[in-house]
Each structure stands twice: as structure tokens, then as C-alpha cells.
């Protein structure tokens, strides 16, 4: 833009502005409600307008240096299509995959309790992200309810102990097909549908299961919750006496009790599990039925005219991402050591659709970065604890307008034939002709 | 070239007061280009849609001859759970659209491979370990690929992605994407839509090829006249759902009723 006209468009923006956040900040910083009487304190509303517009101004004046340029420059870049091909000479990362496993296998001896806590924690919420990743990245399901299939790992592991005498390790063996079952279930019904018709029922079935836990006092124990045994390994224990009929885990490698094993072994189990669950989803991306679920979210007409059965295709991304919540609600349960329903809240659902939307849809590597942003950052953030949420909104806004697609970029995979194939030469002298 | 791939009978198709078809009757015949035209809002796509599974045909029957025998789509539609519009295409339909749709966010090679997809391992069990069997599925599938990238002229746009491609080629990756599904009967609904003339030219080789190198019958909707009557064997003319004419090339450009129907002529007129 040419300089001449720089002051009258700050004019402009300076009064537009300033009428805006008056009329903002006018009702709610203005008045104030003394018992029955409305107090008026409208120089307020004056000086945070004032401050708003000498904001935005400083923001115009910077953005109008070189280097303000040349931000805008870079975010319009990267604010493009997200989606890129790779170039076929892309190594894999073998370096940095086994220093990442080797720190994440070593991270319990360097940290304290407190922050084994919060990275078990993470972890879950990456099962989750990668469960939910499945059925909204992938498969373009929207899915709202994605906590009910959580419930059902963490209940089955509670209530399995309570009255069938399951353990840790047969609901983990169990929770994938009770959760996929129920996914089934619940999906087969609406799949034909279009996709808002699924969104809404899942948010209807994340509900129910949510108030039947609630509800169903002499099964579930209501909102008292139901008490989860620690787990086993190999018949040991974790606690200070054996419980379970084996023998504690100290008294078996003759090594002084501490509370810490219970969480060593969970956080460690969690981690081979991850890093397993990770593994096959980046498999399953390059497998044709990875390719089908792209497929069906990219165009689900001409899925169908390619034979595609997509009532199939949905069902089993369907199933696939419910049972991995269903495993991830089962390290929930043993690390919590109890269950009760207002961990299952819809407010759940949108905190792991959040972490599958930063991360970009469909990219693994971005939904294991804004699993572990979005569950250490409120741990890092405890001190403004009260401005948690505003924090957590301004940084989702600040995403959605720098990176909408995401924190990682898609990259498509590159392939190659393995000879060249023979143009067609009628072809090939239209096109040169042309 | 007498055996009939596919018989449309008596179909009638509506839309609540709309009669988009209305008693439809012809054969294509194996190994023929076969050219539906007619004016816009004629029924041309419908019909499509009704022949390849998308709509179920309100009435009359629509049977593809296969090498198990003939096979009638609305049966196929019908059966119970997992009937649907898939099973056509397996049995050997292949379809285009009037308003491309390719999987635009994916690369060329990955639209491809997404339509081998009966072809590939389909055992999960074996892609997570990378089994030998699962490789060599997948190998397959990429040279097939490639050979019908090689055949539409599209190798250097093999790792693009689809939605970038200039509009031509996006029409010539619809087709191959087609046959990669390994059809008897392929319908192309417009593909000369928004061509240039040497892209036209180009189309019609393609089709003419396709069809002696790959044992195809095709169906075509086109607007352009041209390329109609140059490629086509039989050329069926629709008007207001109805087929006014039904023969070859030459006998509906002389059909009085086909002429009138594209040049606005009143029914009346015509009769006299
Ligand atoms: N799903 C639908 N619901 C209601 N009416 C429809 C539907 N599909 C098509 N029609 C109607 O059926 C008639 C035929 O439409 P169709 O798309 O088959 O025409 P067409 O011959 O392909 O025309 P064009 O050359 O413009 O593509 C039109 O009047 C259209 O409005
Ligand atoms: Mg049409």
C-alpha cells in the first residue's frame, strides 16, 4: 500500500475500533449493580476503549515495517492448502523415532511423582486423540460422543473387577471388542446417513451412557463411582501387602515399598501401548483401508460408484477408533484406582475433538503434539489456573487463524513404478501438437 | 457385436410430481459407444444414476449381462444389508460425473489405488506387518496404475495432488480412476464438458482406444454434436424424459423429431 494513505486509514480503523469495544465493554465495565440501584461508571469503558484503540493502532504501525510484512507474508503462506506431496527421497526418521521411544521409556526415573502423573495422563489423552483421529481425521466421521466409549473401558475395568473378577490385564484384552461392539451397535443404524445426523446421535449416546452410569445405582454405584483394583504383573503387586493373593511386587525383588511402582508400571505399560497404537495407525494409513476412510471423507459419491461399500468402511473406522478409547479408558480407571461419572462429561468429547482438530485432521504426529500441549499445558498454566479457560480459547483462536489446518502438515505419500511405462505414442503427438 | 451388454426396460423414474424418465427402452450392445443426447433437464444423468445404482428406477428393469450371467440392478440393490450401489460397480458398471469428483486432497497414484481396492490384501493383519503378500498387493496395484496413468497421459502428474491438476486432466484421472475398477461397461457423463478443441480431440481417441484394447462398451452423455457423431455407433435422444429417437448416427441427425426437439420447434409443427 502506497504511505499517503496510511493515516486516514488508521483514522478509520482508530474510530471503528473504538466504537467497537465501547459497545463491547460499554454493559459490562459501564454499569454496575449496587444492591437494586445501577451505579454509572461509564470512564471505564472510556479508558478501555482508549487502550483497545492505541492497540490496534501500534498493531497497524507494526505491521506496516518490513518485518510486519514479512509476517504476513509467512502466514498467508502456511494459511494455504495444508496438504503437500512428499518428494519420494524423504528418509524415515529412525534417529529421532528411537531417541523419542528411549527418552519416553527412561521418563520415569527422571521425574517426580507429581509429573508421572501428568505424563500418564497425556498419554491417555494421546490414545484417545489417536482413537478419535480415526473416525474424525480420517474417516470425516463426526463423532461428539467419543467419551461414551472411554466410560466403557473405564466401567468394564471397575465393574469387571467388581463382579466378574477381572483384572487389569483382561480388560485391557477385553475393553478393544466391547468398546468396538458397542461402537457397532450405535453406528450401524445412522452410518447411512449424511454426517450431521451421526454427530448428533453420538452426542445423544455419549449423554446416555454418561446418566445410565449415573443413574443405575445398584449396578454402577451412581455418582458414588465404583473403586477399580490396582493392577497385577505376572501375579505381583503394587501394594504394601498383597491383596489380590500373589506376592508384592517389593517382597518378590526384595527391595524396599514405595508407592512409585504402581505408577512406573502403568506409566510404562501406557507407553508400549502408544507407541503399538501409533504404530498401527501409521500403517493403516498407507493400507488400503486407510486409503478408503481418506477416500470416503474426501468424496463418498464417487467412493460408492468405485464399489466401495461404505456403510463397511464407515463401521470399521467406527469400531477401530472406539476401541482404542476403550483401552484408553482402562489405563484411566487403574490410574485413578476409581471411577465415577463426571470424568465422562460432554466436555470430554470436545477437549479430545479439539486435540484431533489442532493436531490436523488426520496427522499423527500433530494429534500426539496437541495431546501432550493440551493436557500439560493447564499443569504448566496452575498458577493462573483462573484464566485457564480464556487461555486455552485465545490459543485455539490464535490456530485457527495462523495454522487452520493444523499444527503438522498432511504430507501425501510419493510412489513410483518400478519400470517406466511406455507412453502412448498417438497420445503423445496430440499433446505435442498441441 | 449383437449381444446386448445392457437392457434398459420400460423404466420410469420420479421424483415425487417429476417424471425425469418416463418409460425408457433400449439395448447397448457389447463392444458398442452408445451416445445418450438430448436437451438440458432432459433425464440424460438420471438415467445414469438409475443404471448404475445411484436411484433405484421407480419402474421397469435395467439388466447387465456379465460373464456370470445377467444380472438385474435393482435386485442388487434390494438385497438386504449389504446391498447398495457398490455391488453395480463390482458387477461391472464404472461411472464418471458431470461435476468431476476426484478425491481432491489426495495424490493422482492414491485415486488410483483407492479403486483397486478389491484387488489389494485386504487383511488387516497382513498390512500391519507388511506381510510378503500384502507387498506384492500392493505392487500390483501401483504398476496398474502407472499402466493406466501411462495409457491417459498423466505419468508426470503421477504425485500431484488430484484437486491441482488442470481441468482437463482431471476429466482423463476420472476415467483411468474408472477403469481401474475393471469394468465391462463404462459411463462417461460429459467428459468433453469444459475440454478445448485438442483436449476434445484427444478424449475421443482415448474412448475409441479404450474400447478396442480393453474389450469396453461405453456409454457417453454429450452435448457436443460433434464428437457424437463421430465416435458413436448409436446415439439414443432424450427430450423431457422421453427417447425421441434411437438408431444410428445418421438416422436420428435425419430424425424430424430430433431436429425439432434441438432447434425449439413446436410438437405440432413437426407432426404436420
Ligand atoms: N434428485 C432429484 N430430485 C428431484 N428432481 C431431480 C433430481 N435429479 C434430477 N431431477 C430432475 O430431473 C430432470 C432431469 O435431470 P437430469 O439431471 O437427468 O438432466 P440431464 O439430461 O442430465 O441435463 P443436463 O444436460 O443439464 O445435465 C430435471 O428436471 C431435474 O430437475
Ligand atoms: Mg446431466
Redesign the interface.
Known sequence: MDNAKIPAKLLKEAVFTFVLSLIVFGPISGLVLTGFTVENKLARPLIIASVVTIGRVLFTLFLETSLGRRLIARMAGTAG?G?T??S?NERFPYAAVAIAFAVGLAFPLMADEYWLGVAILALIYVLLGLGLNIVVGLAGLLDLGFVAFYAVGAYLLALGAQYLGLGFWGALALAPLIAAFCGMVLAFPVLRMHGDYLAIVTLGFGEIIRLVLNNWLDFTGGPNGAAVPAPTFLGLEFTRTARQGGTPFHEFFGISYSADYKFWFIYLVLFLVVAAVIY?VN??KS???G??W??LR??E???????????ATKLSAFMLGASTGGVAGVFFAVHQGFVNPTSFTFFESALILAIVVLGGLGSTLGVVMAALVLTILPEVLRDFAEYRVLVFGILMVVMMVWRPRGLVR?K???????S?????P???A??A?? | MTEPVLTVENVTMRFGGIVANQNVNFKVDKGAITALIGPNGAGKTTLFNCI?G?YRASEGRIVLSTAEGPRDIGALLSRPI?G????V??AGI??T?QNI???????V???L???Q??D???N?LS??F?SAV?RRAE?EA??R???W?????L?DD????AGELPYGRQRRLEIA??M??SPRLICLDEPAAGLNP?ET??LS??IQ?LRADHDLTVMVIEHDMHLVMSISDHVVVFDHGVVIADGTPKEVANDPAVVAAYLGVEEKEVAE
Open positions: 492448502s496438504v506431496v512428499e519420494g498401527v500403517r493403516l493400507m488400503p483401508i486409503r478408503l481418506e477416500a474426501e468424496d459419491i464417487a467412493c460408492r460408484s468405485l464399489g466401495v461399500n461404505h456403510v498432511i501425501r505419500p510419493a510412489f513410483f513404478p518400478s517406466a511405462p511406455a507412453a502412448v498417438a497420445l503423445a496430440a499433446e501438437a498441441q | 448404475t445411484f449389504v447398495g450401489s457398490h455391488l460397480t463390482r464404472a461411472r460425473f469428483r476426484l478425491f481432491r486432497e489426495m495424490t497414484v492414491e485415486n489405488l483407492v479403486a481396492h478389491l489389494t490384501e485386504a488387516l498390512g500391519v507388511k500384502f505392487a501401483v504398476e496404475a502407472f499402466y496413468l501411462g495409457q491417459m497421459n505419468v503421477a504425485n500431484r495432488l480412476r474408472a481401474c475398477t485438442a480431440i484427444e481417441e482415448v482406444r
